[in-house]
């Protein structure tokens, strides 16, 4: 479990060659270190993005040789405007999508050169919240957090000692055999990032997980995810929500007409 005892299962063994990146102005577009090259380490890096363009098949130039690296156990925020590319930028991270030219790498992988287990265990090692919580509406918050860690094999007693303290850090102990509908927005929204936590995976990425949240519970899934950040992950999270972003002083990053840029 995320803990002081297992901080080191959540770190990624010493890895990562990338080109450093720097963003010596504010607002200005993120762009490869001068002089840096691709053999050059940095051993912190958990994800990089070398001029990574995406475009989709009806033509949509979504990003457009961005260059990002995110360091270990770093809390990120992703702002921009609907439409400008945050969840596509998740879904490279992931590997839901692929890049149509750069290199995506996650814990020192190339994400494009990965297929079926290994890309299925790169996946288990990132834990993904999303928008819309897909929770299975049949199932209970127990089975919808721990149906993942049944279906990669974990053991029953495996599973409930998981289970347990992952509830207790979204606060919905309580709620363990209610159903989804059944429970509030953000209670649901809870649930969506207890399965993303269970698995204790280095990696975090929340999709706008405050966009149907009200202020009191936003900043209740602000909070647990910043604990989870201060446990030793690597957190990302896309948002519109401003007055979030300035109440947590973490790095942000915008995307704007397909372009990254520090705020
Ligand atoms: N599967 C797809 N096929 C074609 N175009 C797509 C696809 N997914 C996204 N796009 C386009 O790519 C651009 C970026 O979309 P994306 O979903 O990444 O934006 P976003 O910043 O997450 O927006 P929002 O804040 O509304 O969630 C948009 O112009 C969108 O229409
Ligand atoms: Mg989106």
Redesign the pocket.
Known sequence: MYGISTVKDLSFPNNSAMPLLTTQETNKEIIPREGSTTDQQSSSAILQLRSVTKT???G?H?LVDVNLEVKQKEFLFIT?P???????LLKLFYGEELATQGEVIVDDCNIAALRGDRLSLLRRRIGIVFQDYKLIPQRTVAENVTFVLQAQGYTKKEIQRRLEPTLKLVGLLSKANSFPDQLSGGEQQRVSIARAIVGTPPLLLAD?PTGNLDPDNSWQVMQILQKLNTFGATVIV?T?DEQLVRRCNHPVVQ?RNGKLYYK
């Open positions: 989709y098949t009806n949509c979504a921009g609907s439409g400008s590319g945050k969840s596509t706008e896309t519109h995307v």
